[in-house]
Structure formats: structure tokens, C-alpha cells
């Protein structure tokens, strides 16, 4: 591996003392071997997991366990037909009793199930009834009903709704944004559906850039050849259809700074990759795109993240899912992703300066401890190693700080060696 | 996916005819087309190419062409309205791709909705054209010796002439670009 100082070597050469060159020179012939025996040896830990993974066949359907609401990503039509029969049954009540009420999945974190086998938190079977004739629920219930009817319109027009055209379509009756969002949920909720199925979306702020090629309705987009800003995912992702990929893993990555660095070297053209980034926490488009993508290319996937606990926590939620949106994650969780780094022992390993540490804050402390309680990290000795390890120094790097080793340092050495030798969690 | 391994280990994933036989009936014909330009030239490896031609054949033999003519031959007048005029677009930009279908379209010309006509009509007159583009091309090199031969006198006039008529017909039959 190479240090700051021999970055610098090339034009202070004159004044340094013979010993001193002939060091460096050991040093950047070794760095010539690893990089010669990294080319032999690199991702074969990859591509046999890929193989693994083709010969394995189809990923079996999720089998979620008893005690959870079962949700589905259905087409047109189905969520036409159980839109239908909920509102037949409101118009049954009415008839019968005049007292009509519907039953909603409840999303609060206590009906917020971890599924210890497929390691995903999922939705149980709690629900909460919102009845017309109630002064505590008619406002939610009358929400809910003008969702339910903008769902219908999209449905029956084939379009697409943004969750902010949805607040604006109605402002008097949601006041405000934050409102009309939670009724959008609990509306898939009833429905059983993902949000997707109902045909709202959130405007998605996700970028894919790599050995990818897909369909949008009738057009065919080549991830390889969208100049350096890639194809941005598209929340409307019933219109897109995977065509062709000869990638060997998914990387997804935190910030859009290290994507820079990794679009400009064209990274993907010397590693078969795709790369993916949220900009930041992880939207559900993203999260939903690289699901289908590791789904159906079966591509071992990876994150590289902050070495900090926001960045171990976006890995988390690619992983297993956010509690908010529990009754989604059979769709959005990729569980089978691998936390590449930047590990907190990877401090030390690819020796970060200490003036590039950052001291972790009150906040950073409350989340790493946080992550530490929950059952998925109790469960993953290695990760919960790296988080205590973390949290014993109380320091925190950014991605970036790999380049006080040069620029190149991120996609020459960082990346091949942590591939080559395997060491993800 | 079907897949297909590379000499050097990796692997090429395509989409499967079974999701492909779900789309509308032209687009097979549109992905066939991108499989040949855009994924073909991209392997190296003749025996990675030969796959995926033959898969591409594949999908051109039993999808692409049995959905367009059970669309075409069906009852739904609109849908076939829809997928003669999607051909008729396709057959301007890339001709090759529907000279395949050229022996159902060719019935379809005096076919009873005056829009699905007109549109063979037309998907005909571009494959001819292409066609005809083709031809132009190679006679243009052939005029080009033919020139320098009839300079050194190693061609008579006559023969010159008669093929210089052929060459300036065919041009006058391909127009000009659109």
C-alpha cells in the first residue's frame, strides 16, 4: 500500500538522502507485486459467490413467518380489484349497520416484527379499526377515503402519482405533507399492497451507473453510456424490466463524491460492476431497484458506507429495511448485502491519519449504542465487533479520508484489496 | 436471465423468453435489434457471440414473429392498427429489423382497414428502399472501377453506359434522404 509521503516522492527525490529513495523504492516494488498479485487473485471470493449464487437456481419466494402481514407487489389490475372489494364493503356497512369502519395493519414500532430467519423487520398482524362515526378517527378516515380515491383515478388512468401532487391535490384536508404521507402508507397497508402497486411514488434521488442494460416501456438505456451522471433510477419502477448485465457484484455506495471518483476512473469497465448510490440515506426506488437487480442477476452486493453509525445504519436499511416502512420490506431489503467498509478497523488497517478522524458526537454515540440493542446486530458477531470497536475510540471517517493516500487510492488500492481479500462483514 | 459463461469466468445474463413473450408485440422485435448493434459487438468471444445470436434467433423465431402475426392476423382492430404502425416506425430507422416479417406484411397491403394498409404499405416501401440503399452501395463501388477501366479503355461505351443507366435508375428509385 502506498503512504502520503511517497505521493509526493516524485518531485523531491533530489533532496532526499540515498537510503531514504532506496526505501521507497522497496516500497513501490512491492506495491508493483500486490498489484500484480491482486490482478490474478482479485474477486475470485466475488465470482464464486456469483457462481454460487447462479447455480442455486431462482431465490426462493420469502416465507414470512406466522404472526406477519403478508404484502404484495401486484399489478394494475389486482390492486384495481382490492381497492373494489374494500369499498363494497364500506357500502355494505353502511347498508347494514350505518356505521361503516375499515381495518388498517397498524405501522407504529410496537406491530414492528423482527424475523430472526430471513433477518428482516416486518409488519405484524396488529391493526387498528378507523370508523367514520368516531371523533378521533374521522379525520383519519376521511384522509384515507380521498387516498383511496386518488389511488382509484391513477389506477384507472395507468398513471403515476408523486406523494407531493398527492398533498397538493387536496391541501384543505391534509394541511400538511406529513399528514397525507402517512395516509398513503396505511392506504398500501389496507391494501395490502407495496406503495409502488398503488401507483405513487416518491420522486427518487437514486443513480445506477454500470454493466447494465434496461427497458423503460420502449426504450432501452444503457447504464454504461449516460456520460458521468448515470441513469437516474426511476421511481416509477413497474416500467422498467432488467435486459441484459454482465456485471459480477453491485456496489452500492453512500455518497455521490466517492461515485465521482469511482464514474471517472470508469470503474465498472476493469471490475464488472454496478454501482448504485442514494446520494445519502436510501430511497425507497433505490432500495426497491437494487432488490430486483440482486434478485434476479443473483450479484453478491456490497456497501461502502461512512465509517461512522449513520453510515453502518444506511447499510442496515439496505439490508433488513427501516421500521417505518416494515409491511414494504419483503421488497425493499436486500438481505444478503455485505458491509465492505469503511469498517472502523479499517482505520488502522489503511492508516487513516489521525487528522482525518472526526471525534463522534453526542448523537453518534446514541445511534451506535442504539444499533448495538437491536437483535440483527446482536446477531452478527463481526458487525457488532466493528461497532463496538467504533464506539471504544469514539471516532468516526468519512469515505474521503482514503484520499489523504491520493485520489486513486479509493479505486486503486482500497477497493481491489478489500475485494481480493474478502474482508467485508 | 439466461445465462451464458465467458471464456475468462464471468458471465452474461440476458432476459428470459418468458418474461420477453409478456411484451407488446413489437418490442421483441426492438430487443433483437439491440442484442445485434449494441450487445453482440460488446463479447469478444466468437463462442459467447454465437450464444447469444442463437438465442437472439430464438426469440426472433418464436416470439418476436408469432406475436406480430397474431396480432396482425387477430380481430382487435386497434391493437392491430397500434403494432403495424410500430412496425411502420421501426422499419424506418432499422429496415433489417422487419424484413423477417415482410411475408405477413406483404398480405396485409390490401388488408380491409385502410390503416393497417397504408402502414404495410409503407413498411414495405422502407425494406425496399433499405434494400435498394444496399444495392446502391456495392454498384457505386463497381461504377467507381468501372470509371478508371473506361478511362484506360478497357471498357467499351456501349457497356458503360448501359451500366451507368443501371446505377443512375437505382438512385433515382432510393430518393432523396428523408
Redesign the interface.
Given at each position: 500500500m502506498i503512504g502520503i509521503g511517497e505521493k509526493m516522492s516524485t518531485k523531491t527525490t533530489a533532496k532526499r538522502p540515498a537510503k531514504k529513495i532506496a526505501k521507497m523504492a522497496d516500497d513501490n516494488a512491492r506495491k508493483d507485486i500486490l498489484r500484480g498479485l491482486l490482478k490474478k487473485t482479485r474477486f475470485d471470493k466475488v465470482r464464486s459467490m456469483l457462481e454460487f449464487n447462479l447455480q442455486a437456481g431462482h431465490a426462493q419466494d420469502l416465507q414470512l413467518p406466522d404472526g406477519t402481514v403478508q404484502i404484495d407487489d401486484v399489478d394494475n389490475s389486482e390492486a384495481h380489484s382490492r381497492l373494489h372489494m374494500i369499498i363494497d364493503s364500506v357500502i355494505d356497512q353502511i347498508l347494514t349497520s350505518g356505521r361503516p369502519s375499515v381495518e388498517v395493519p397498524k405501522r407504529s414500532s410496537s406491530n414492528i416484527i423482527y424475523d430472526e430467519k430471513n433477518d428482516l423487520l416486518l409488519l405484524g398482524q396488529e391493526t387498528a379499526i378507523k370508523a367514520f362515526h368516531s371523533l378521533s378517527s374521522v379525520t383519519d378516515i376521511t384522509r384515507l377515503a380521498r387516498v383511496v380515491q386518488i389511488i382509484h383515478d391513477l389506477l384507472t388512468e395507468g398513471i403515476h402519482g408523486t406523494k407531493r401532487e398527492i398533498f397538493y391535490s387536496d391541501v384543505d384536508l391534509f394541511e400538511e405533507q406529513g399528514n397525507s404521507d402517512a395516509v398513503i402508507e396505511d392506504a398500501s397497508a389496507l391494501l395490502h399492497t407495496t406503495r409502488n402497486s398503488t401507483n405513487i411514488v416518491a420522486s427518487a434521488k437514486g443513480v445506477c451507473i454500470g454493466r447494465l442494460r434496461l427497458r423503460d416501456k420502449s426504450d432501452i438505456i444503457d447504464c454504461e453510456s449516460l456520460g458521468s451522471g448515470g441513469w437516474g433510477i426511476s421511481p416509477m419502477l413497474d416500467n422498467i424490466e432488467i435486459l441484459e448485465s454482465d456485471a459480477e457484484f453491485v456496489l452500492v455506495v453512500e455518497k455521490d463524491a466517492a461515485v465521482i471518483r469511482l464514474t471517472e476512473d470508469r470503474w465498472w469497465k476493469k471490475y464488472p460492476c454496478i454501482i448504485i448510490t442514494a446520494k445519502g440515506a436510501a430511497d425507497i426506488a433505490t432500495r426497491m431497484f437494487l432488490r430486483r437487480i440482486t434478485k434476479e442477476l443473483r450479484l453478491p452486493t456490497f456497501t461502502l458506507v461512512d465509517s461512522d453509525p449513520y453510515g453502518h445504519y444506511i447499510h442496515s436499511v439496505y439490508m433488513r429495511g427501516s421500521k417505518r416502512l416494515s409491511y414494504e420490506t419483503p421488497f425493499l431489503a436486500t438481505p444478503n448485502i455485505h458491509l465492505l467498509g469503511v469498517l472502523a478497523r479499517d482505520l488502522d488497517e489503511y492508516k487513516v491519519p489521525q487528522k482525518c478522524r472526526l471525534k463522534m458526537d453526542v448523537q453518534d454515540i446514541k445511534r451506535a449504542k442504539e444499533m448495538l440493542d437491536e437483535e440483527f446486530i446482536k446477531n452478527n458477531k463481526p458487525w457488532k465487533e466493528d461497532l463496538e470497536l467504533m464506539l471504544a475510540r469514539k471516532e468516526k471517517a468519512e469515505i474521503q479520508a482514503l484520499s489523504q493516500h491520493g485520489f486513486k487510492y479509493l479505486t486503486d488500492d482500497y477497493l481491489p484489496m478489500k475485494f481480493s481479500t474478502g474482508d467485508w462483514i | 436471465?439466461r445465462?451464458f459463461k465467458?471464456p475468462d469466468?464471468?458471465?452474461?445474463?440476458?432476459?428470459g423468453k418468458e418474461?420477453i413473450k409478456k411484451w407488446?408485440a413489437e418490442?421483441p422485435l426492438?430487443?433483437i435489434g439491440?442484442?445485434r448493434d449494441?450487445?453482440l459487438p460488446?463479447?469478444e468471444d466468437p463462442s459467447v457471440r454465437k450464444a447469444i445470436e442463437d438465442y437472439a434467433n430464438e426469440i426472433m423465431e418464436e416470439i418476436a414473429v408469432p406475436k406480430l402475426v397474431e396480432v396482425l392476423k387477430g380481430a382487435d382492430q386497434a391493437a392491430r392498427v397500434k403494432t403495424s404502425q410500430s412496425l411502420e416506425e421501426i422499419s424506418k430507422k432499422k429496415p433489417d429489423m422487419v424484413k423477417v416479417a415482410s411475408e405477413y406484411v406483404t398480405q396485409l397491403v390490401s388488408d380491409n382497414n385502410k390503416d393497417v394498409a397504408k402502414a404495410a404499405q409503407n413498411i414495405l416501401k422502407n425494406i425496399d428502399r433499405a434494400e435498394k440503399k444496399k444495392q446502391y452501395a456495392s454498384k457505386r463501388k463497381t461504377m467507381q472501377e468501372l470509371d478508371r477501366k473506361l478511362a484506360k479503355g478497357e471498357v467499351t461505351d456501349a457497356e458503360y453506359m448501359k451500366l451507368r443507366k443501371e446505377y443512375l435508375k437505382l438512385e433515382d428509385e432510393i430518393g432523396p434522404e428523408e
Open positions: - | 436471465m445465462i465467458k469466468g464471468g458471465f452474461v445474463q440476458i432476459l418474461r407488446n418490442l426492438l430487443f439491440y442484442m449494441n450487445i460488446k463479447y
